[in-house]
């Protein structure tokens, strides 16, 4: 069930950074388009919510997303608050008809990612979490070098992320109660999904990850052009995840980041391997043999495109011609569990079995 009325209404929840430079903007443009019309801009900072909604045409502040929801019927629900606020204004939208566009990760924990799950099923509208990093253009293509079979069997994969010293100073990312944890969910969940994603999506079996705090709560600390603007006290997440994740038929994934770490520059790589060929993002490209040399594909050019323009373009024509969407909620409740279990993993110094 869909409502192919166009344009279609939008409301946001949380216009907050991510709302503001790579949501909004794209909302506006099919606005322009004439494709949808932002109606309702909630955000419990005044000065956020009404800046926003007076660069909208039609779009009304709302302090409150309840009764946003209440007020206005929606046919797209983009949530762009802290984590600790996804899974209940996503389930609130879906329960009042909304198709949900939320930011990553998809919530605080697997349960909660099942609770938003039923609630999507229930109300027959659509879910996604915006991991845009699968739309960029470099992303799309090593897709389609993995879907000829070019890899042959995947056996192994992996990624990192390394901020030499980038520590979100804005917002809520730096407290557990609001945020969950600290680089393995903001910048690792990025990585998992596109890496997990890439590989064909193989079921998770168990998780073994140690993550560490050695900067974030430092009152001396040095954030180089991040600057810092929370009290060093505060700081109560991670500023270092690793992991091992082993999934089903052997595979495995290997996965470092950080938001601070002494290494020589910020380092930012993956690789999945297969016995015919391999894929990479730095350098991009497929990497193989023949009988006589080692080979490689490169591409010349690629699209630029912000991932976040063709994650919301793609979310507004899923809705508009009730087309599956390309990030599935299963897809990102897998992402989760492993988030989960490499937390527990952690805690509990041993390999944690994920179900
Ligand atoms: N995809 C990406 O590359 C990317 C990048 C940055 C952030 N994010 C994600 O986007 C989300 C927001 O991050 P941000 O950097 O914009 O943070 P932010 O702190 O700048 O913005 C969050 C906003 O949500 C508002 N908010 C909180 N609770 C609310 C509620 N109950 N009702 C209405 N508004 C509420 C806050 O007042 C704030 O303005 C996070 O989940 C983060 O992980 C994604």
């Given at each position: 069930m869909t409502n192919t009325a166009r344009p279609l209404k939008v409301g946001l929840i949380g216009s907050g950074a991510i709302a503001r430079e790579q949501h909004l903007p794209y909302w506006r443009e099919l606005e322009e388009e004439g494709?949808?019309?932002?109606v309702g801009v909630c955000d419990l900072i005044r000065e956020r919510r009404e800046k926003e909604s007076a660069l909208c045409a039609n779009a009304v502040p709302y302090a409150d997303y309840k009764k946003m929801l209440q007020k206005e019927s929606f046919d797209i629900i983009d949530v762009c608050t802290q984590n600790r606020v996804h899974a209940p204004a996503t389930i609130a939208a879906l329960n009042a008809g909304a198709h949900v566009l939320v930011e990553?990760?998809?919530?605080?924990s697997s349960r909660e990612c099942d609770a938003m799950i039923a609630a999507s099923k229930k109300a027959e509208r659509k879910l996604m979490v915006a991991?845009?990093?699968?739309?960029e253009a470099r992303a799309e293509k090593l897709k389609e070098v993995v879907d000829s079979g070019a890899l042959g069997e995947i056996y192994t994969a992996e990624t990192k992320w390394l901020r030499r010293r980038g520590i979100?100073?804005?917002?809520?990312?730096?407290i557990k109660k609001e945020s969950?944890?600290?680089?393995?969910?903001?910048i690792g969940v990025h990585m998992m999904d596109l890496c997990v994603w890439l590989m064909g999506c193989p079921k998770p079996v168990a998780a073994s990850g140690k993550v560490y705090r050695k900067?974030?709560?430092?009152?001396?600390?040095?954030?180089a052009d991040w600057g810092v603007h929370y009290?060093?006290?505060?700081?109560?997440?991670?500023?270092y995840a690793t992991a091992l994740i082993r999934f089903e038929k052997g595979i495995t994934m290997q996965m470092s980041v950080s938001w601070?770490?002494?290494?020589h520059d910020e380092i930012e790589d993956m690789y999945i391997l297969g016995d015919k060929g391999g894929i990479g993002i730095n350098p991009l490209g497929y990497f193989s043999a023949d009988h006589s040399s080692l080979t490689r594909t490169t591409w010349d050019w690629l699209s630029a495109e912000d991932g976040h323009r063709r994650e919301v373009r793609h979310f507004c024509e899923c809705v508009e011609k009730d087309l599956p969407v390309m990030v599935k909620p299963e897809e990102s409740l897998r992402i989760q569990k492993i988030i989960d279990a490499i937390y527990e993993s952690s805690r509990l110094n041993k390999e944690v079995m994920i179900k």
């Amino acid at each position: 069930m869909t409502n192919t009325a166009r344009p279609l209404k939008v409301g946001l929840i949380g216009s907050g950074a991510i709302a503001r430079e790579q949501h909004l903007p794209y909302w506006r443009e099919l606005e322009e388009e004439g494709r949808v019309r932002i109606v309702g801009v909630c955000d419990l900072i005044r000065e956020r919510r009404e800046k926003e909604s007076a660069l909208c045409a039609n779009a009304v502040p709302y302090a409150d997303y309840k009764k946003m929801l209440q007020k206005e019927s929606f046919d797209i629900i983009d949530v762009c608050t802290q984590n600790r606020v996804h899974a209940p204004a996503t389930i609130a939208a879906l329960n009042a008809g909304a198709h949900v566009l939320v930011e990553k990760p998809m919530a605080m924990s697997s349960r909660e990612c099942d609770a938003m799950i039923a609630a999507s099923k229930k109300a027959e509208r659509k879910l996604m979490v915006a991991q845009h990093m699968r739309f960029e253009a470099r992303a799309e293509k090593l897709k389609e070098v993995v879907d000829s079979g070019a890899l042959g069997e995947i056996y192994t994969a992996e990624t990192k992320w390394l901020r030499r010293r980038g520590i979100p100073g804005w917002g809520q990312f730096h407290i557990k109660k609001e945020s969950l944890g600290g680089p393995l969910i903001d910048i690792g969940v990025h990585m998992m999904d596109l890496c997990v994603w890439l590989m064909g999506c193989p079921k998770p079996v168990a998780a073994s990850g140690k993550v560490y705090r050695k900067f974030g709560d430092r009152k001396d600390l040095f954030n180089a052009d991040w600057g810092v603007h929370y009290p060093a006290e505060e700081f109560d997440v991670e500023d270092y995840a690793t992991a091992l994740i082993r999934f089903e038929k052997g595979i495995t994934m290997q996965m470092s980041v950080s938001w601070a770490a002494n290494v020589h520059d910020e380092i930012e790589d993956m690789y999945i391997l297969g016995d015919k060929g391999g894929i990479g993002i730095n350098p991009l490209g497929y990497f193989s043999a023949d009988h006589s040399s080692l080979t490689r594909t490169t591409w010349d050019w690629l699209s630029a495109e912000d991932g976040h323009r063709r994650e919301v373009r793609h979310f507004c024509e899923c809705v508009e011609k009730d087309l599956p969407v390309m990030v599935k909620p299963e897809e990102s409740l897998r992402i989760q569990k492993i988030i989960d279990a490499i937390y527990e993993s952690s805690r509990l110094n041993k390999e944690v079995m994920i179900k």
